[in-house]
């Protein structure tokens, strides 16, 4: 198998902590992995992205081509369609409805969505509504990639077993609610 | 072991492994995390190795030789314009060489996502006649740590290693040792005279140094990180050093039809790039950075060989490379996905709300509405983005600590107001003895210390001076009722507008000093204890 993951968002949005449970699963299978990061400049409320490329096969580019990523999981709608370029065709944009407007010209919010929804396999949710009603507020982001489980090619029960690698040290509570926004996500997919 | 590391992880977790006893560092995208990950390590608390941050890059370069002079193993780490600021004794340290071994981690950053330049490091390691090491995945990183070590003793020389900032902060899985090496004994070369440079010795050392360059380039020429990769397609070969080397690969996922030669160890290998110009009809050159393999390839022997690279346009003359930039150059065809959008705007990055900068580009706009020819000579910090709109607020930025001094320069020409503004850490880094200058003239400018607290802009480091900064100020000859002290928040802005008022009608020099933590570092130290009280 082989994957290519574009995780984007704004600066403080927490995108890799998503990265990181992706990372774990696919190194518990021993798979291969590179992950380039964003640090530095970009993370004061600056758009930030990170590739993430896991494989059964040695995996040469930090870096996805273009055309190339199978998954773009977004925290922010318009942050999404920053790397439509880098999508394939047949690629899923897996993306949180929710824009973060700190910039004086944000694109009309209904347009971005109209642009999402061009866009052949797209999930669009309500993270943090979603996240709100059931309790756990501070597990939003799971719920993306609870959204994106198909589209990675990672076994769900692999997923939760990385949530519970992941997030062990931090307690019970956390886990189970890391656990139940994995659930949310994947009923949420089509 | 296997460990999903940082390629600056691979690199601190390899310099530990390999027997290190001191990291020496001033922090700098994106070259941080190596010693944030050696003051994070068990191994590196249990050796007690050396591993707290210094002023800046010049302190840090001397104090790792004074280590390497005492037979201990020294890593020194930097940002690309962090070795301008200690050129001067790592320029040095290839005359007197060393005893422990040294390496000199610089991380370049081409693209320039937090820099002023996109310089290549790889040009100072020539200039400083020392072997230079340029990993290409983050495996051969941690490897080369240990090799680079030992050439270093076996050479008597600093080794250089160079990364760019998709090594630096790229992750992968990589196999580490269960055991590491065991610290070198103290010992020092009680004979030795090439530690004093002194023209005498300097002159004998400078004979020795150039007669080992055929040495390091014999060894760059049989290096396990130089492969000559044959293929049978000989009209194009291509030479692919660092990390430029993985877009190639990624380009021909079941192997490149034309010969590679990779590059990761230098003087270069001339010996093997003369092979390729010899039997291959034309040669594209892949690095990332400055055209450095391909001026020299160009100048010394092009052979026959048609030379194609960054120079002639098939790849982009300034920037990163990318898979995609190789795919174009290589004609391999570029795959096509969705069209870019119209709606997407920039977003660049912004002080952070309530940072007590943004408090103070609001009272020093104040006040200068009053002075519409005032100029404001900037600095290097979270305060530079003071430059964009709301603020608009500094005319210039250039290097760490150039602000006082232009400001002072500017006064010399005539200017006033002359405004200098400078983080605190910036300002034990390179600003006091600029400051010094500007007291012992009485220079008329008006420096404003912005103390957060912290070196914010790298993630919020420990800055030297905190705690010091009026007794550095009074220490100087800074006339006490001239150094100033506020609070920059809201309701204190009466007192702050007041205060640059009156310090900018001073003719002479004085320094406000506005003092409030940085809201990252603030929100971290707030957790911590919270997480302490729960535990108790
Ligand atoms: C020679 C050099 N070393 C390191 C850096 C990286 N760097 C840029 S800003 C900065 C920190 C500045 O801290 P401070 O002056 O306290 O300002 P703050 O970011 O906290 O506002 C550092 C280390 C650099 N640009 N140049
Ligand atoms: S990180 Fe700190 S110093 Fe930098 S903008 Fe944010 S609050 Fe200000």
Redesign the pocket.
Known sequence: MKTDIILCGVGGQGILSIATVIGEAAMHENLYIKQAEVHGMSQRGGDVQSNLRISSNPISSDLIALGSADVIISMEPMEALRYLPFLNKEGWIITSSKPFVNIPNYPDVDKVMADLNKVKNVIILDIEQLAQDNGIARSANVILLGAAQKALGIEYEKLENAIRRVFGRKGDAVVDANLKALAIGKEAQR | MRKLLLGDEAIAQGALDAGLSGVYA????PSTEITEYIQNSKLAAERNVHRRWCC??KTAMEAALGMSFMGKRALVC??H??L??CADPFVNSGMTGVNGGLVVLVADDPSMH???DEQDSRFYGKFAMIPTLEPSTQQEAYDMMEKAYELSEQVCLPVLMRVTTRMAHSRAVVEVKETPRAENELNYDAKASHWVLLPGNAIKRNITVTGQQAELEQRAVESEYNKYIDASDHSLGVIASGIAYNYLMECYPDGCPYPVLKISQYPMPKELIGRMTAECDAVLIAEEGQPFIEDLVRGVMPGNAVIKGRLTGELPRTGELSPDALKRALGVEVREGYDSCEDVAPRPPALCQGCG?RDVYTALNEVLKDYPNARVFG??????LGFMPPFKAIHSCV??GASITMAKGASDAGQWPAVAI??????T?SGMTGLLDAINENANITVII?D?L?????GGQD?AGTGKFEAICRGLGLPEEHLRVVVPLPKNMPEITQMLREEIEYRGTSVIIPRRE?MQTLQRHLKQKKAQEAKK
């Open positions: 001033y922090p700098g995208t800046n890059e930097m940002k314009v962090g301008n600021v937090s820099s002023q900068h600095d290097i910090g979270c305060y530079t290097d760490m400078i983080g605190d850490s910036t300002f880094h912005s957060n912290t070196t914010g802009m790298t800055s940085c």
